[in-house]
């Protein structure tokens, strides 16, 4: 019986590695919209709740990803006007989320509703949330493409969006458990649930009113 033997020669080439490892640890380190979603989900509903976030997140983060090696960033290039219009959603989805958070502040207590339906809705919530922040965006449909090249493998492409979810679930993952610890010590203190979900709200509302005085 015959035994083959041999070698498979992956070409991996991300521009400026260390840069791009750089950019992805700042990207994340920067707390945005999808930062306040994983804790508010945390602080909420725990750290199951908080993780159906960060899985939304992640999905969200590797539609772009996907969207970006496609050709979008191409097409964002030359169609300002379709860009712009994008941003403009995200600011709005933003904001209409933080008020509905803060809306509901008073009943900010865990949720009532079966755990594997509130994890789908912090999912669905957290991945809308990074389907619409410009942030997100603009990171990966302008940004992330400058370390790929316009020849780039399948290989090179699969590893680059690997990278970025790795180290995105590990930081995420990190910061469900440190929201996780503060929720249980906070919760022996009245209405600290509804004031955690009304900061959410706040924050986010301020990130999109920041966003849109960037954008004019």
């Not at 990278?163 to 996780?180: P, R």
Request: glycine residues 8%.
């Amino acid at each position: 019986m015959p035994v083959f033997s041999g070698k498979i020669i992956v070409s991996i080439d991300i521009q400026n590695y260390s840069s791009f490892i750089t950019a992805v640890l700042v990207f994340q380190a920067v707390p945005g919209a999808g930062t306040v979603a994983i804790l508010d989900a945390t602080a909420r509903n725990g750290r199951a709740a908080g993780m159906a976030a960060v899985l939304g997140t992640l999905a969200g983060d590797c539609v772009l990803m996907a969207a970006a090696v496609l050709g979008l960033a191409a097409i964002m290039r030359t169609q300002a006007a379709l860009f712009e219009g994008l941003q403009w959603l995200g600011v709005a989805y933003l904001c209409w989320l933080g008020v509905q958070l803060m809306r509901s502040g008073a009943g900010a207590q865990a949720s009532g509703a079966p755990h594997d339906q509130a994890r789908m809705l912090y999912f669905r919530r957290a991945l809308a949330v990074s389907l619409t922040n410009p942030k997100a965006v603009l990171f990966f449909v302008a940004f992330f493409p400058v370390f790929l090249s316009p020849g780039a493998s399948a290989a090179t492409l699969v590893a680059a969006m690997l990278h970025v979810t790795v180290l995105s679930l590990l930081y995420q993952s990190a910061l469900v458990l440190v929201g996780n610890w503060a929720a249980e010590r906070l919760s022996r203190f009245v209405h600290a649930r509804q004031l955690a979900t009304c900061l959410a709200g706040a924050v986010l509302i301020a990130l999109g009113i920041r966003l849109a005085f960037g954008m004019v």
